[in-house]
Structure formats: structure tokens, C-alpha cells
């Protein structure tokens, strides 16, 4: 399955029986109010309900994750941060050490690839290099917390170059 999370509301994306798609504006998200039920009361699914909860359960049936986000000072948009946040319910509270820095221990036992698309609205410009360094550092950092493999990491000028192109 492929775990699709975009911030375009527009974005005519109708997922298959192979695709779930988190869309922004498609119903309105509760952030993560850091309560860690989801990590022991009921584990695996978070507690508040707002269709979201189900998150960190739909990540480990999948084995592809698309990010489509507008660049936010070399992060996620606010509505992708927030999906993200409430995905953490993928892994343990218990850590380990990974590369002498501190992880959280999976939850589940699937193998996870990732690709994030980022985006702009600069009037045709790309990102400048600090900010685009961030975002792959912060896309790395998230794909090693989550076991993840990262596939691509891709900026493009404007949202509308997403037309056509095979997010994979």
C-alpha cells in the first residue's frame, strides 16, 4: 500500500484499494496533544477522533510513503507536520541507538521507503541551498525514526509541476 500525505487541497488524488491519501482541507486535523495513549492505553492507534487516528497503523501496512508539501522555512507544512505527529504512534516509546543518536524502537516489522516533494510558490525560483539542506536533513532524520529508506527528495518551483509527474 501507498500512504499519500499532500497539503494541496485541490490535489485530484482518488486513492486506489493500493493508496490511502491524507489531503489538507479534506477534514480538519487535531494536533498531537502529546498525551502518549497511543503509545500505551491503546497502542497503535491514537485516541483522538478526527480521522486521524488511524495514522500510525496505516504507516505500518504500507510499504510507500509519498510527502507532497509546500516548503515552510526548510520544513513541512503546517498541515503535513501535524499528520506526521500524530503518525507516531508507528513506533515504541522505548529508544535505541542508532549511529550513536538516540531512535525510537519500531512497532512494526515492515519496511518503509519514502519520498518527499517539495514545492514553492517563489515566482519561479527554488529554494536556496540552506533551506533545501534543512528539509533533506529534516526528511533523513524523520525516515530514520520511522526505519524508513529515503527514495527521493524532490523541489520543485511551483505546485503545478507535480502535474504529470509519477510520485513514487
Given amino acids: 500500500m501507498m500512504l499519500i500525505i499532500t497539503d ?4 485530484n488524488l482518488t486513492p486506489s484499494d493500493s493508496e490511502y491519501v491524507f489531503i489538507e482541507n479534506d477534514r ?4 498531537c496533544r502529546g498525551c502518549f495513549k ?4 491503546t497502542p497503535g492507534q491514537c485516541p483522538i477522533d478526527d480521522g486521524f487516528g488511524n495514522t500510525g497503523k496505516l504507516l505500518s501496512e504500507c510499504g510507500s510513503l509519498i510527502i507532497v508539501s509546500k516548503l515552510t522555512y526548510g520544513s513541512f507544512s503546517p498541515f503535513v507536520k501535524n499528520v506526521l505527529d500524530r503518525a507516531i504512534s508507528y513506533v515504541h516509546p ?3 541507538i542508532i549511529n550513536n543518536e538516540m531512535h525510537h524502537r519500531l512497532r512494526y516489522g515492515n519496511k518503509l521507503s519514502c ?3 517539495f ?3 517563489n515566482n519561479g525560483d527554488l529554494p536556496d541551498e540552506a533551506e533545501k539542506n534543512t528539509a533533506c536533513r529534516l526528511v533523513n532524520a524523520n525516515c530514520k525514526n520511522f526505519g524508513a529508506t529515503v527514495n527521493n ?3 520543485l518551483d511551483s505546485c503545478e509541476r507535480l502535474q504529470g509527474l509519477s510520485l513514487s
Avoid: G, N
Fill in 115 to 117: 519520498s518527499a516533494y
Fill in 38 to 41: 497511543c503509545w500505551i492505553k
Fill in 94 to 96: 522505548y529508544f535505541r
Fill in 119 to 121: 514545492y514553492t510558490d
Fill in 8 to 11: 494541496i487541497p485541490s490535489a
Fill in 28 to 31: 480538519e486535523i487535531t494536533p
Fill in 153 to 155: 527528495i524532490i523541489f
